[in-house]
């Protein structure tokens, strides 16, 4: 999972540091920048189909470029016996190490991916369109069928929704159906030799190793992305390690098997462990009254739902939004498209993915998995998404007119998002936030 982030994560995936980009496999969801609503990139791995959101790495330096394939295999046999040294230090048996690293050779291809990941990113609405397609739905209510009794004991032990946990395997893995095919030691140890980001893989591999000597699973059984992220619902090694759980009692904390039990009970002990309230809504689409301050469209702005109603913020029927504790308003495509009260769950399943698309995506399908009905508002489909060139553009040009992005990195993260807010109160604009090409243009 997160790819990082959480269980695992990375990203449309889960990865180590959506800042550096790898698929979202590997990086914690503790250490993962925020990414923008609109921030949705085409992932290159085989788990890609997943829809886990990716980000593009930074630049590279010239001492991370990498390494010539024709020198690379024999430097890299070198780094391995050097690392088997770190890792017995590190509690890993010998034993281990000989199978794990058994006819393990560099895999340049891996490289290539984790540099070359696209650019391109995808408008929130054109996620939404994949995640929750009809087809999305269709084979998440078989599956919900198929498995109803396994995810209602698992409902019951974890107090986590069993349509929340099939709606994340659906967008990690189509419900098992691309769980991945690369060896994960291999994967692991070609990218912890690459300088890139070596600290960060290596500590992955180790856990893997890990997770081979607790027994779990053998060397050459141990698939998944090419950036490190395991299973049906793609942990990476860490999170395993923290979260996984042997919920059929055959002893393993089996995620690779085509029984998505330990995976799917695995995915709910890990939402419940960051305080998933059982029969809550992760967020339910509301209407602002013309007279709304977008300004108050801030994650760090809360109210109770009763507060939201006396300011017209209701309910798609026009009725006040039942009471499910603090809650605040998003705008994934600023005024122009749905608005959503987020409560506490929003912020749960976040720890699996820090999109906000990934976000919605696993909570829209999981409404729609569950029967409820399609997302009424409009999107502004005519706008389409930045590209990185362009959001690192703004960011300049916004920098430059006095409103500090604090960086300038092509991410559209909260910093950007203030600045984009005060440039727009500036400028008589409606400040809710959303750098579109029509503020870019604005801009210039």
Not at 46 to 55: G, H, M, N, T, W
Not at 164 to 193: C, H, N, P
């Amino acid at each position: 999972m997160r790819v990082w982030k959480g269980a695992g994560v990375l990203y449309l995936a889960m990865a180590g540091d959506l800042a550096a980009g790898t698929v979202d496999h590997s990086i914690h969801p503790e250490n993962r920048p925020k990414v923008h609503a609109t921030e949705i990139r085409m992932a290159s791995a085989e788990v890609d189909i997943s829809l886990r959101p990716v980000l593009r790495p930074k630049s590279i330096k010239a001492s991370e470029a990498p390494v010539p394939e024709g020198e690379s295999n024999q430097r890299f046999q070198n780094w391995v016996q050097a690392f088997k040294t770190r890792a017995r230090e590190q509690g890993i048996s010998s034993a281990v190490l000989q199978q794990a690293f058994d006819g393990v050779t560099y895999d340049a291809d891996i490289i290539r991916r984790d540099r070359n990941q696209s650019e391109f990113t995808k408008t929130i609405w054109d996620y939404l369109d994949s995640a929750a397609s009809d087809t999305r739905i269709r084979n998440g209510q078989a599956a919900l069928g198929e498995h109803r009794a396994t995810l209602e004991a698992i409902e019951s032990r974890y107090g986590v929704n069993k349509e929340v946990v099939i709606a994340v395997w659906g967008l990690e893995s189509a419900y098992g159906t691309y769980r991945g095919k690369t060896d994960i030691i291999r994967a692991l140890s070609t990218l912890a030799f690459d300088a890139r980001r070596s600290a960060f893989f290596e500590t992955q591999l180790v856990a893997a190793l890990k997770i081979l000597q607790n027994g779990d699973t053998t060397a050459r059984n141990m698939t998944g992305s090419w950036a490190g992220a395991m299973g049906h619902t793609q942990f990476i090694p860490t999170s395993y390690l923290d979260y996984a759980v042997d919920f059929n009692g055959d002893g393993r904390r089996d995620i690779w098997s085509d029984d998505p039990t330990d995976a799917l009970a695995s995915t709910a002990a890990y939402l419940a462990r960051f305080g998933w309230v059982k029969d809550q809504p992760w967020g339910v689409e509301v209407t602002v009254p013309g007279d709304f301050d977008f300004r108050l469209a801030d994650r760090k702005i809360q109210r109770s739902a009763a507060d939201w109603a006396r300011m017209g913020v209701v309910s798609m029927n026009g009725n006040p939004v039942p009471d499910h504790g603090p809650a605040s308003i998003l705008m994934p495509a600023g005024s122009g498209g749905a608005v959503f009260m987020i409560f506490k769950n929003f912020s749960v399943i976040e720890r699996y993915n820090t999109a906000d698309a990934y976000v919605i995506g696993v909570g829209h399908l999981s409404d729609r998995i569950g029967g409820r009905p399609a997302l009424q508002a409009q999107w502004p489909r005519s706008d389409r998404a930045l590209t990185l060139k362009e959001r690192k553009e703004m960011q300049k040009r916004l920098t430059a007119k006095g409103f500090d992005t604090q960086g300038i990195d092509g991410r559209i993260g909260p910093l950007t998002i203030d600045a984009v807010r005060a440039y727009q109160v500036a400028s008589g604009m409606t400040p809710d936030g959303y750098a579109s090409l029509n503020l870019l243009n604005r801009l210039r």
